[in-house]
């Protein structure tokens, strides 16, 4: 929801993720701004950044601003730990950013059950490029896939076969450090080609000579969007273009985004 705050009634309720907040408008003040309530409790305050000329809110006594006021109420329900969990977070972050074997990996794949890769991509902790490919899936590639990535069977029908590509991939990764933005997908289609390729136990073991991380998980405790209903963090958006190479890049600037000292919404 952003919604013109100037449309806001000065009492009103919104539910969000399963939760109804309440909003009052303080009686000494012509602005919009709000106090925020879950039920009885004082969650804060949130200002209009209207008066700014772009839309969002910021939240009381920060510099922290969403566009939505729903995440800017999600905001507002962190736990009282969370300034302690993103510590550790952007801890994790800095130590993998020091790590000289640091890889970034992303898989652009045939649609989102059990599918086969059409494009694998690896980078160093820089950007620069360590394997970039695409994959002929043996298999076709849903429509949905294909809006998401553009790679459709014209662009893959001439492309090498995993296996084909396996000693390259093996050379790009092997020894490294890998960071994936949703590992268990992009891990997952890797594993469905390897068990393809050779074996389960065979997978197992190239697989093992990564030492793997995911970044999703820590990037939604970093960005600290709490969602009453699910009792954890939001998961966020890489934003990426989806092409492989430019995710991975987009995925080393969320890691660099963890690793400093900024809040999240700042700037």
């Not at 952003?2 to 009052?24: K, N, S």
């Not at 958006?237 to 080393?252: I, M, N, S």
Request: a negative charge; glycine letters at 8%.
């Amino acid at each position: 929801m952003t919604a013109d705050p100037a449309l806001l009634d000065d009492l009103f309720a919104l539910e969000i993720d399963g939760q109804t907040a309440q909003f009052v408008r303080p009686a000494d003040t012509d602005r919009h701004d709000f106090a925020v309530y879950d039920g009885h409790d004082f969650l804060g305050m949130l200002y209009s950044d209207q008066v700014l000329g772009t839309a969002g809110w910021r939240l009381g006594g920060t510099y922290e601003r969403h566009g939505a006021l729903e995440d800017a109420v999600r905001a507002l329900r962190r736990p009282r730990s969370w300034p302690r969990e993103r510590a550790q977070v952007s801890d994790w972050a800095q130590r993998l950013l020091q790590d000289d074997t640091l890889a970034a990996v992303d898989v652009e794949t045939t649609g989102l059950n059990k599918p086969w890769a059409v494009q694998i991509a690896a980078t160093d902790r820089s950007g620069t490029v360590l394997f970039d490919s695409y994959v002929n899936p043996q298999a076709e590639i849903e429509p949905g896939a294909i809006a998401v990535h553009k790679i459709g069977p014209e662009r893959v029908a001439d492309a090498p076969t995993f296996g084909e590509l396996l000693p390259a991939l093996t050379e790009a990764l092997h020894g490294r450090t890998c960071v994936a933005y949703n590992l268990p997908f992009d891990k997952g289609c890797l594993e469905r080609e390897l068990e393809r390729h050779s074996s389960p136990q065979a997978a197992a073991r190239w697989l093992g000579e990564c030492r793997w991380h995911d970044a999703m998980e820590p990037y939604a405790v970093w960005k600290g969007l709490w969602s009453v209903k699910r009792g954890r963090y939001r998961s966020q958006k890489l934003g990426g273009p989806h092409t492989a190479v430019e995710d991975c890049r987009f995925l080393l600037a969320r890691v660099r985004e963890m690793a400093s000292s900024d809040r999240p919404g700042e700037g």
